[in-house]
């Protein structure tokens, strides 16, 4: 039979209409607001440059005075005055941004986050890098999110200036682990909090999260009830990293200092090899495990516009169905999150996927924007050393437990395939084994 490819035809001549006229999507010339984007963005950037203070202000005095002036928190009036500060230091970035006006101060936040503590000499270095970053490469492609910006400087840092980093991190104190606030609300409710790394946190979160779902309570009563030792949880958590190296990244927490990477080392228990799995190609629905790891690896977050829900929460979905042809391979799957996608599956949007990753997302007013993959193994091109040692050995790890101090449990069921049981599960597991991995 003689298939019908003129859709595919159009749809093609579009997609390489769109590639061939790149701009970012809040200022796009079909964008009706774009002039409010721009206009807001630079005027922001204008008040918050002008209220940079000088080096011997006293700091407090300045936040209180910026944050009655500009009637925002003090949290937001120091990240802006920060962001504000660190683009300063990087000329080209900040030509770049006036002229555009394409960058608002959450955005620049997010650069001083990544950059803070960089010295001048890498700045230097790093601000062609991060003009190029913020130059779209699409039509209508939709900015950077946090994810993004935060993985594309470490993955920046970690190349030019793995020393300095190093350096640095070992300079660090070291987090307040026993630093806990426990503060009285006066609804009676009442907050604690504790200061935690990254990595830390994310496998505190994921830990609750797995006990919510067993036990079938709120994420309050889990914590509560690991604290009570009501209970245990069983987590996997996926890292990055070159095959003989340490794991370098974690989805949800994103690129690791060094001692982190070194403890992550000591707790992998499986790998996965990934070479030739962005090419693979499977008959059946379900992509193989190295497919699907090749896969969250690219995407690193759900790839819907704006959406930052981790790919390692996300389902993995056919962009061509595979029930209409599509293929099972890398260069037709991505990382959508339940919410949209449903929102594809229903068919209010569209999506269409180019073979470097890149996805066009098409509403149902004729707009479109195209959204680019930001995980660790996402454009090799614009990451030399991953790029390098990724495209040879790809590797996917998963941790292991710590082994117990006291003597073992009962063994827990595998956290991702147990189901939430409807009793509550007493047991005299220590703390640790609770929180078994
Ligand atoms: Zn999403």
New binding site residues.
């Given amino acids: 039979m003689r298939r019908d490819y003129s859709a595919f035809d159009r749809l093609a001549a579009e997609i390489r209409e769109f590639l061939d006229h790149p701009e970012w999507a809040c200022l796009g010339s079909d964008n009706p607001y774009a002039e409010h984007v721009r206009g807001i963005n630079l005027a922001a950037l204008e008040m918050w440059r002008g209220l940079l203070p000088k080096d011997d202000n006293d700091i407090d005095t300045v936040l209180q005075i910026a944050a009655t002036m500009t009637a925002e928190t003090l949290g937001r009036t120091r990240r802006y005055l920060h962001a504000a500060a660190t683009l300063e230091e990087l000329p080209q970035l900040l030509h770049q941004v006036r002229a555009r006006g394409h960058l608002n101060m959450e955005r620049l936040s997010f650069v001083h986050a990544g950059l803070a503590g960089v010295p001048k000499e890498i700045l230097e270095r790093l601000d062609p890098l991060l003009c190029e970053f913020f130059t779209a490469t699409e039509k209508r492609q939709v900015l950077p999110g946090e994810t993004a910006i935060k993985n594309f400087i470490r993955a920046q840092l970690l190349d030019l200036c793995p020393e300095v980093l190093e350096k640095q991190e070992e300079e660090k104190p070291a987090p307040e682990t026993d630093a806990v606030r426990v503060r009285a609300n006066a609804d009676g409710s009442g907050r604690i909090n504790i200061s935690l790394t990254h990595d830390e946190a994310h496998e505190l979160h994921k830990i609750i999260q797995s006990v919510a779902r067993k036990e079938e309570v709120s994420a309050k009563e889990a914590l509560l009830m690991l604290a009570r030792k009501q209970t245990k949880a069983k987590i996997v958590l996926t890292l990055w990293g070159p095959q003989h190296g340490e794991p370098e990244y974690l989805h949800g927490a994103g690129f690791m200092k060094k001692s982190s990477q070194l403890l992550w080392k000591d707790r992998i228990t499986h790998t996965l090899d990934l070479r030739g799995a962005d090419s693979a190609v499977r008959e059946a629905y379900d992509p193989t495990p190295e497919q699907a790891a090749y896969v969250r690896g690219r995407d690193g977050?759900?790839?819907?516009p704006g959406?930052q829900?981790s790919a390692e929460e996300?389902d993995l979905d056919h962009v061509i169905e595979y029930d209409l042809g599509g293929v099972t391979t890398a260069s037709n799957l991505q990382c959508?999150?339940r919410?949209?996608?449903n929102q594809k599956s229903d068919g209010r949007i569209r999506v269409f996927m180019h073979h470097r990753g890149t996805c066009q997302w098409f509403y149902p007013n004729g707009r479109m924007v195209s959204t680019q993959p930001c995980g660790p193994l996402a454009a090799p091109a614009k990451r030399p050393r991953w790029g390098r040692e990724w495209r040879s050995t790809r590797t996917r790890m998963e941790m292991r437990p710590k082994p117990p101090k006291k003597k073992p449990g009962p063994k827990g069921g595998a956290a991702r395939k147990s189901k939430p049981k409807s009793s509550r599960n007493a047991s005299s597991a220590s703390p640790r084994e609770r929180s078994n991995r």
């Fill in positions: 977050t759900c790839r819907a959406c829900v996300c959508l999150c919410k949209h996608h």
